[in-house]
Nanobody
Framework: EVQLQASGGGLVQAGGSLRLSCTAS????????IGWFRQAPGKEREGVSC????????FYEDSVKGRFTIFSDSATNTVYLQMNSLTPEDTAVYYC??????????????????WGQGTLVTVSS
């Protein structure tokens, strides 16, 4: 059974940092891509970042480029999202999702087949 466990959310002041984790089980980690999505109150879910564990390619939504970094640890089947220089606009529930190694479009929720529960990130001004 494919399972994704997201964690690491919390309350942080603007300018601060958080690291989210997504630990996967039940599938061959290196054959899949892991994406991070977020959904703010009253807004649609949007793709934030994605990494292909097969070829290491990474993708970022424009507003997080230069601030967020996605990386994976195949030894622990975990994908991390390091978030720096957080702003109140980053406040949302963050979800991780698993998709094929060449998932496309990476930023579309329906491209993924398995999802974890959300973790709440709140950035205060």
């Amino acid at each position: 059974e494919v399972q994704l466990q997201a964690s690491g959310g919390g309350l942080v002041q603007a300018g601060g940092s958080l690291r989210l984790s997504c630990t996967a089980s039940g599938f061959i980690f290196d054959d899949w891509s892991i994406g991070w999505f977020r959904q703010a109150p009253g807004k649609e879910r949007e793709g934030v970042s994605c990494i292909s564990n097969s070829n290491g390619r990474t993708f970022y939504e424009d507003s997080v480029k230069g601030r967020f970094t996605i990386f994976s640890d195949s030894a622990t089947n975990t994908v991390y999202l390091q978030m720096n220089s957080l702003t109140p606009e980053d406040t949302a529930v963050y979800y991780c999702a698993a998709g094929p190694w060449d998932v496309r479009p990476w930023e579309t929720w329906s491209s993924y087949s398995n999802w974890g529960q959300g973790t709440l990130v709140t950035v205060s001004s």
